[in-house]
């Protein structure tokens, strides 16, 4: 039989936003021993604004904003999202032909009667796209249009007004490692990890790489240690499933990654973890 204690935990946890599916999930953040974040959404807040337009090859800025719209206008992931509002007029579907999203890469689609791709480096390399030196600040979103490189944007995020002090808070209750896993640049990635004091950081990674990570990590932990993965669901959702705990974002998140999780949080905010822990640690007092 499941002790009362735990139904005191898990409602107690719920008004205050954390939803969490089973005694037993509570019960394991009593032995957390590291917690890897996914970025995009999770510890930032997934709202990317456009900083910079450089077009290439006689292209205006205006047409630029405007293909990458369209071909971008199918997705709801967070830099899909930007670009659309970015371009701030209506899209006319009917110019868009064969879409395809290639997790962790980019889009291939035809508008116009053209094929073009908006995505980055890796993508482009993949599709034998010649592309120059980017040196930015932000997230590179790279078009090419018929095979010829027409430019890219440069797209910004910001951290969370709660990631710090929530990076921070773990460690003080013992957590041993903090990590961030991320598709985007290490440039984007390290400098993140190094404003919330992360332990490691790992960028770059295809979804099926963030998989392989994870396991790695996994492997590194003490037999008893849990071990947390936080994230939107979006390319994330087989580490969400894979973890001991996993957690999800509640309001931004996907479907997929409510379903996948065991915890979610309501209002996204990932200071809620600290305080799903501290739940966990007084349930445990009262039931044993
Ligand atoms: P994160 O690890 O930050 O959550 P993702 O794994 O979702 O990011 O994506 C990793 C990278 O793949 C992005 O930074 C971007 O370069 C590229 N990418 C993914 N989806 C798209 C898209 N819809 N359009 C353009 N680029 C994309
Ligand atoms: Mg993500």
Same mark, same amino acid.
């Given at each position: 039989s499941i002790p009362l204690g735990f139904f005191g935990g898990i409602g107690g946890a719920s008004k205050r936003g954390i939803l969490i599916k089973g005694s037993n999930y509570l019960e394991a953040?009593?032995?957390?021993e590291t917690i890897v974040f996914d970025k995009?959404?999770?510890?930032?807040?997934g709202v990317f604004k456009v900083t910079e337009i450089n077009p290439q090859n006689d292209i205006t800025k205006e047409a630029l904003i405007e293909y990458a719209a369209y071909a971008e206008s199918y997705s709801n992931h967070p830099i899909s999202l930007s670009l659309i509002s970015a371009f701030n007029a209506d899209i006319d579907?009917?110019? !868009?032909?064969?879409y395809q999203e290639i997790p962790g890469h980019g889009i291939k689609v035809i508008i116009d009667g053209k094929e073009v791709l908006a995505g980055n480096e890796k993508f482009m390399n993949s599709e034998n796209i010649m592309i120059g030196d980017v040196e930015a600040l932000g997230t590179v979103i790279h078009i090419a249009i018929n095979n010829r490189y027409a430019g890219n944007i440069i797209i910004s995020d910001e951290i969370k007004e709660d990631s710090a002090h929530a990076v921070k808070a773990l460690k003080a209750l013992g957590i041993k490692k903090t990590i961030m896993l991320t598709g985007d640049l290490k440039t984007v990635g390290d400098t993140i990890g190094k404003q919330l004091g992360l332990d490691e950081v790992y960028s770059e990674l295809l979804p099926g790489d963030k998989v392989a990570e994870f396991e790695r990590l996994e492997n590194q932990k003490s037999a008893k240690g849990k071990i947390i993965f936080v994230g939107d669901? !979006?390319?994330?959702a087989p580490v969400l499933a894979r973890a001991d705990i996993g957690i999800a974002m509640?309001?931004?998140?996907?479907d997929a990654a409510i379903e996948a999780a065991?915890?979610?949080?309501?209002?996204?905010?990932?200071s809620k973890i600290v305080t799903a822990i501290k739940i966990a640690k007084k349930t445990r007092r009262i039931v044993l």
């Open positions: 953040l009593n032995n957390v995009t959404g999770t510890l930032t807040k579907k009917k110019r !868009i032909k064969n669901g !979006i390319n994330d509640g309001a931004l998140g996907s065991d915890i979610v949080i309501m209002n996204d905010e990932p």
